[in-house]
């Protein structure tokens, strides 16, 4: 996916600063320029409607939003805030003003319908999010007990 697609110099600039960007290392700290990058990409893209933008909607749509960590690679999605999760999701709807890259947005996500197995039966791995994998700037996770917890929990 390193190669620039046949676009506009403007885009094609755009394009390749997106891809040489790191990732956001975790969802509580937004990377603003990353953000910007994709809020003017959104501006370029709806100024220019019909150019051939299939390889720009596919890292929008791999890089940025839907690409699985894996152990070895963790670093994945590119966008893990809500608000430059918020400007991919705007890039990708303008993008898919375009017919071609509706029709490749669709059938991407269609295949996860068609095998609702894509991934594992348990339901743990189902929870995509990348804020919920995290844990707090505190380093603590879980709820204090003030000391009636365990009545509370035997009454539910």
Known sequence: MNDVPDISPDIAKLFK???DRPAEKNGQEQDRIFTGLLDLLDGYVKQTPNENTQKLTNFVL???????????ESG??????S??????????????NNPANMT?????????HV???????RYVDWNI??????????????????GC????????
């Open 104 to 112: 490749g947005v669709i059938t991407y996500l269609d295949s996860f």
């Open 115 to 121: 095998d609702p197995n894509w991934r594992t039966k």
């Open 83 to 96: 608000l430059t999760r918020s400007s991919a999701f705007n890039v990708l709807k303008t993008l898919m």
């Open 62 to 72: 791999y890089n940025c939003l839907f690409d699985i960590p894996t152990f070895k």
């Open 149 to 156: 917890i365990c009545y509370l929990n035997s009454q539910i």
């Open 76 to 81: 994945k999605p590119k966008c893990k805030n």
């Open 17 to 19: 600063a997106l891809q």
């Open 129 to 146: 999010s990348p804020g919920s994998m995290e844990k707090s700037e505190t380093g603590f996770v879980g709820m204090k007990n003030l």
